[in-house]
């Protein structure tokens, strides 16, 4: 089955042509990095006027690249939520409108479920049930996955995603936006043990986050040191990248132990981290656990994951109906359906 996934659920406009939920045909991203920029963050307005512009030359491209016409899609998958409401009906209008037209099957798809199925377009994907941890700039939990339709959350976070605290703290250091790359940049540079951070670990034997103090702590100690700060930048980065990262790190970890499930994946924007990737794969290698990470082009927003989970949805059963309608959180919402 060929299916055509689109995704605007934040500031990405994307598409892309998947087969059988895990063969990537092409993989269109059109990012609007340099338009929220100098906001210092995504402005919703903005980014859905851009959305609008974007989508149909983004959505010929994805046709395009792929060497496949448009009466060969068999069914279109898109995003459905969470996201910003403006940017999310550009896609999902577009999408329903679509498979209205040439009368083929579509579905409506979390962008979480989405990043769930990524790690089923590389080679090597775990086999079920494994242990997901999610993080990205708007999302932070995590997930016991036992079918591509089916899992159950473990954790999230109680306040700040992790890629959120990244940004935050960017801006607090004038690092601009976004801050994940850059703090990863600096960190490299500096020396973690230098300025230790707390670890907000709450509950060790639960699996939910915070990573609101952190932030807090980094703020206090920017204000204390101001006078020195740009010798201390890039001991800071390193000091905050490891306080979440060893957080992140010990609660995946503990929730395979916990599970005695043996399979881990790193998903979301954030498992770009290159010491995110290192530490949970080295902590894992002692344990005897076996890690799963996608390729950075599918660690972001992209449409390929919704594809792959589309096609699974749709394969289920589940179709979208002209009435559904996007939604900007998850709450009790399943993740791998459109309910």
Not at 77 to 101: E, H, R
Not at 293 to 301: E, R, V, Y
Request: charged content about 20%; overall charge neutral; hydrophobic content about 45%.
């Amino acid at each position: 089955m060929i299916v055509l996934g689109i995704e605007t659920s934040c500031d990405e406009t994307a598409a892309a042509v998947v087969v059988d939920g895990h063969r990537i045909l092409s993989s269109v991203v059109s990012s609007q990095i340099a338009i929220h920029r100098p906001f210092g963050g995504v402005v919703p307005e903005l980014a859905s006027r851009n959305h609008i512009k974007s989508i149909l030359p983004v959505y010929r491209q994805a046709l395009e690249d792929a060497c496949v016409s448009e009466d060969k899609v068999n069914a279109l998958a898109v995003t459905q939520g969470p996201g910003l409401i403006g940017s999310l009906l550009v896609g999902f209008s577009f999408a329903k409108a679509i498979a209205m037209v040439r009368k083929i099957p579509w579905v409506g798809v979390s962008h979480l479920a989405g990043h769930l199925n990524s790690v089923f377009l590389e080679s090597d994907p775990p086999t079920f049930p494994y242990i997901a941890l999610l993080v990205s700039g708007g999302h932070t939990a995590i997930y016991l996955v036992t079918s591509h339709t089916e899992s159950d959350t473990m954790g999230q976070t109680r306040d700040d995603a992790a890629g959120e605290a990244f940004d935050k703290v960017a801006k607090m250091l004038g690092l601009g936006y976004p801050g994940g790359g850059v703090i990863a940049a600096l960190a490299r540079q500096g020396d973690p043990g230098k300025i230790r951070f707390p670890r907000s670990y709450l509950d060790k034997t639960r699996f939910d986050f915070s990573f609101s103090g952190i932030k807090t702590a980094v703020n206090r100690y920017i204000q204390e040191h101001s006078q020195d700060l740009p010798n201390r930048i890039a001991d800071i980065a390193a000091g905050f990248q490891d306080a979440v990262v060893d957080v992140l790190v010990y609660k995946v970890i503990t929730a395979a132990v916990t599970t005695e499930c043996k399979r881990i994946a790193l998903v979301g924007g954030v498992a770009a981290n290159e010491r995110l990737r290192s530490a949970v794969t080295a902590e894992a290698e002692k344990r005897g656990l076996t890690v799963h990470i996608p390729a950075l082009s599918l660690c972001g927003d992209n449409a390929a994951m919704i594809a792959a989970a589309g096609y699974h949805l749709l394969e289920s059963g589940i179709r979208g109906d002209v009435t559904d309608d996007v939604y900007s959180r998850q709450f009790n919402r399943p993740l791998t359906n459109n309910a």
